[in-house]
């Protein structure tokens, strides 16, 4: 397994944007696809985005397409999530997860998640 830890959250204003960090440690990182999740006070967790072990490959919500990007870099064990043109309603805990699989949209198939880190925007 990998451990991760997310970093970069806070409180914005709508229309601003915030980088989402998550480092990993442990092996073999560029073995496990990799996601972010989110969750919403009173909502159940809802996938955002994932990327390939590569990271030639990239899922997004629909509700983040052309607003937020996934990449990776293996080389330093870190993927990030850029969040532009935010939303009220991207307020919510955001949760860096591993995955043994190459590419996946569901939470059940990572293994290793994060902490998280909230993100709130104002309108």
């Known amino acids: 397994q990998v451990q991760l830890v997310e970093s970069g959250g806070g409180l914005v204003q709508a229309g601003d944007s915030l980088r989402l960090s998550c480092a990993a440690s442990?092996?073999?990182?560029?073995?496990?696809?990799m996601g972010w999740f989110r969750q919403a006070p009173g909502k159940e967790r809802e996938f955002v985005a994932a990327i390939s072990r590569s990271g030639t490959t990239t899922y997004y919500a629909d509700s983040v397409k052309g607003r937020f990007t996934i990449s990776r870099d293996n080389a330093k064990n870190t993927v990030t999530l850029q969040m532009n043109s935010l939303k009220p309603e991207d307020t919510a805990v955001y949760y860096c997860?591993?995955?043994?699989?190459?590419?996946?949209?569901?939470?059940?198939?990572?293994?290793?998640w994060g902490q998280g880190t909230q993100v709130t925007v104002s309108s």
């Open positions: 997860a591993a995955s043994r699989l190459a590419l996946s949209k569901l939470g059940d198939e990572y293994d290793s």
């Open positions: 442990g092996r073999a990182f560029s073995s496990y696809g």
